[in-house]
């Protein structure tokens, strides 16, 4: 299964794709496009990615996380395109012996995938005015480069 | 017999730069072709940018920089032939 897709994300089959008879414990990350009281009237994002290396990237992270976690097992996606508000725009599974590791091992995926996935994303509000929306963490990115 | 590259070509570098999201939009583009003298670092191909495309100046001195699919240092040398790519700050999620 590719990371990057330009459809709803599927979590059944994430979930499926990190069960097992040995894994008891599954952590689910959502990310959802927000409309909260600080981001002012957003209809939609429009994410852009460079894809090629949204997919190496992602493959990095998740290998990683296998270093880290051998037992565990993972899955992520990343949407790209028109997300409306209340749809899901990324989703990362992780499956281990124990909820511990399964938690710590989302957590981590989900940390590096939004420091480090080459996506973009413009804010399109009710009224038709766009914004390109950065991460705040992601200039630290910038000035260490 | 002997081969030899011609002196210009051992002395030049022709470079690729693609530029997304509001970089691309900045400067009305998503690809620029350079020629530069060798040897030159990533940072050499941006301050080219910046100094000859129009808008240039609004890409930072030091943007995040990807060569083949990997992000990489500001003082990386530049091979001939090679396709950088021009990252704005990251915003996945």
């Not at chain 1, 990057?4 to 069960?19: F, G, K, P, Q």
């Not at chain 2, 990386?76 to 990252?87: N, T, W």
């Amino acid at each position: 299964m590719a990371f990057a897709t330009h459809r709803s994300i599927d979590l059944s089959r994430l979930l499926e794709s990190v069960s097992g008879v040995g894994l008891g414990g599954t952590a689910v990350f959502v990310g959802t496009v927000r409309r909260g009281p600080d981001d002012g009237p957003v209809a939609w994002i429009d994410y852009s990615g460079y894809e090629e290396m949204l997919e190496a990237e992602f493959g990095r992270i998740l290998d990683e996380a296998a270093n880290r976690w051998p037992q565990a097992r993972f899955g992520a996606q990343h949407r790209l395109g028109r997300v409306p508000v209340g749809e899901a725009s990324i989703a990362v599974v992780a499956g281990a012996p124990h909820r511990a590791e399964a938690l710590e091992a989302c957590q981590y995926i989900i940390e590096e995938a939004k420091n480090r996935l080459p996506v973009w994303k413009k804010e399109v509000f009710d009224d038709g005015m766009t914004a390109w929306r950065e991460n705040s963490v992601s200039q630290a990115d910038a000035e260490r480069a | 017999m002997e081969f030899r590259d011609p002196p210009e070509a051992a002395n030049t570098l022709s470079v690729r730069v693609r530029l997304f999201a509001r970089y691309a939009e900045v400067v009305g583009r998503d690809s620029f072709a350079f020629q530069l003298p060798h040897p030159a670092t990533v940072s050499d191909v941006v301050a080219l940018l910046r100094a000859q495309v129009p808008n240039g100046k609004l890409i930072p001195e030091r943007p995040l920089v990807a060569v083949n699919l990997e992000h990489v240092r500001a003082d990386r040398p530049v091979r001939d032939g090679e396709e950088l790519s021009l990252l704005p700050p990251v915003a996945g999620g």
